[in-house]
């Protein structure tokens, strides 16, 4: 069974909705929570992170974690054309750069105009 | 600022040869980490380097060696290459003792194995 299990879609969804992106995890070390978002032929970008359980939001995008559950959720409202690409969730134990972040399938998202 | 720089972009290499592919950190960097991306998954971490020394490992066999030279930049090396070696190599870079959501990624180079 692996660490972080991700949906890797894909998820079509038209112009203007809200998208609902999700991870679980099965290590309950995991504190920081992460979010990346990877054009194609691109590296990732980090788009959010939150550390332990709670709410995030910026702009158009809220981060969610339930570390009860063990289950993280990105949202994405009004979404735009330019959001299709491949969200990554990634988590770690600790705050130290490590390197050695822990990352989902990834979930590929196509927004059509 | 130039970001991470990765080369080449793509390579193509035939089983059982050698291959080297190289990263430049983003300006002020001085740790680099290295990830396997293999097609429709996740990196996974392959290992780190900080002052020219491998500081993490991930679950790679000897076959994945690196290399980090006094300006930072570095290299990956990976002998015997299997088809299995096909995927995106990521290079993200950072601060020694920063956070490990300040870490930038390369544009990765692509390599495939036949």
């Known amino acids: 069974q692996k660490e972080v299990e991700q949906d890797p879609g894909p998820l079509s969804v038209p112009e203007g909705a809200i998208v609902s992106l999700n991870c679980t995890y099965s290590?309950?070390?995991?504190?920081?929570f992460m979010w990346y978002r990877q054009y194609s032929r691109k590296g990732p970008e980090l788009l959010m992170y939150?550390?332990?359980?709670g709410n995030k939001e910026d702009g158009r995008f809220t981060a969610q974690v339930d570390k009860s559950s063990k289950y993280i959720s990105l949202f994405i409202r009004d979404s735009q054309p330019s959001d299709s690409a491949t969200y990554l969730c990634?988590?770690?134990?600790?705050?130290?750069?490590?390197?050695?972040?822990?990352f989902g399938q990834g979930t590929t998202l196509q927004v059509k105009p | 600022d130039a970001g991470v720089t990765q080369s080449p972009t793509h390579l193509i290499k035939t089983r059982g040869q050698q291959v080297t592919l190289r990263c430049s950190p983003k300006s002020g960097h001085d740790t680099v980490s290295w990830y396997q991306q293999a097609l429709g998954q996740g990196p996974q971490f392959i290992f780190q380097?900080?002052?020219?020394?491998?500081?993490q490992r991930g679950n790679f066999p000897d076959r994945f060696s690196g290399h980090q030279f006094p300006n930072y930049s570095s290299e990956l090396n990976v002998n015997a290459l299997l088809l299995g070696d096909s995927a995106l190599y990521l290079c993200a870079s950072s601060l020694v003792g920063g956070m490990n959501t300040e870490a930038f990624f390369g544009q990765g180079t692509r390599l495939t194995v036949v």
């Open positions: 990634a988590m770690d134990k600790g705050s130290s750069n490590t390197g050695k972040l822990i």
């Open positions: 290590n309950s070390a995991f504190q920081y």
């Open positions: 380097y900080y002052e020219e020394e491998e500081r």
């Open positions: 939150t550390y332990s359980s």
